[in-house]
C-alpha cells in the first residue's frame, strides 16, 4: 500500500471530497481518511439547499464566496458527470422565501431594492404557481438562483472523479494524531498504517476541534443538531423550495419532500427526538396546510460545524505550516462545498488568492478583530 502522499485530507464528507477532487485533477497525489463511511456526517443528513441569497443577509466576502460557489454547481454538473457518471441532481426552479405576516412582507419587499436578482411576488402571484401554499401567506421573495442539489450524489460524484483521477480514498480510517516529523512531512497515526503527507487538510466537521486543540489553536467548533423528515403525499405539489423562519421544504422530484431543519445547540446525539419532529411539522402545517395527511417516509439527523461568528474556517495554519483547515460550514457546508475545494487547492499550489476570502475565513480572525 502507498502509504506517501503530497496531500493528507482528514474527513471524507462533501469539503474533503471537493477538495480531493480539484487537487487530484491537478495531478496531485491525494489521500483522503475517512473515519466512517464516504459522507455519512454532516454530508448525509443536509436537504441540499443551495441558499446564498436565501440566508446570507449581508453584502459581505462570505455572501460573494456563497454565490461564487452556487454558481460553480453549474459547471461541476457536467464536468463530474462526464468523469464519474453520477448525477448530482442539480434543480434550479428557484426558491419562495415566505412572508406570513404585513411586517415579514415589507422587509422581503426592501431587500429587492438591494438585490437585483430577487423578486417580490405577491399572494395572487405565489398562490398561482404553488397552488399547494396555504391562503394566509402575504407573498413571498422570489430566489431563481436559489437551486438545489442531492448531497449524497455530490459527494460520491467528487469522490468517484478524485478516485479515478488517481486519488487514495479510505473509508473506516481514523486519524489518531497527526506528527510533524520532518521540516515539510507529517505522519498520520490511524490503526491500519502510517501516512505521510507533505501537506495536511482538515476537514472533518464537528470533530476538526479535536486536532484544532492538539495544534496548539483554540478556535471553537462546535455541534448544532439538526433533525429532518422527509414525506410523500399526492396532495403537495411543489416546484420550488419553499423557506420560511430557517425552516425548508425541498422538493425532490421522486414524490418526496424533504423538511428541515432544527437547531440544537451543544447537542451531540445524532438520533431524531419527537420534540423536534414535531416542531418542524407545527411549523410547516400554517405554510402546507395538506401535510397533515402526507405519509411519513423518513426522520433524522446530522451535526453540523459551527464557529463563534458562523463563518467557516477555511485556510493556511496561522504560523505557516503546511496544514490547512476547511471546517465550520454550519448551515451551507453543501452550498460552499465547491469553492472550498478551489480556495485549498490554489493555497496550496500557492496559486493568488482572494484576499477578502483569505482574510473572512482565516482561523485567527476573531483575534486580530479583537486586537483591532
Known sequence: MKTQFEVGIIGGGI???????QLAKEGVSVLVLESNKIGNGATSAAAGMLGANSELENNDAFFQFAKESQRHYHVLRDELSQISQVDIQLVDKGMYKLAMTDTEAAALKDVVKHHESVEWHSKEVVLERETTLSATIKGALYIPEDGHVSPYHVCAAFSKSASLLGATILENTPVHEIKK??????????PLTDFVCKNVVIANGVWSGHFFKKLGLYAGINPVKGECLAIKSNDIDLEKTIFYDHCYIVPKGDGRFVIGATMVEDDWSTVPTIGGIQSLIEKVTPIIPSISSAQLIDTWAGLRPQTVDGKPYIGQHPEGENIYFATGHYRNGILLAPQTGLMIRDLILNR??????VKAFSINRLQVQTMR
Open 15 to 21: 469539503i474533503g471530497q471537493s477538495i480531493a477532487y
Open 181 to 190: 516529523t520532518a521540516a515539510q512531512e507529517y505522519t498520520l497515526s490511524t
Open 352 to 357: 493568488k488568492q482572494n484576499e477578502d476570502y
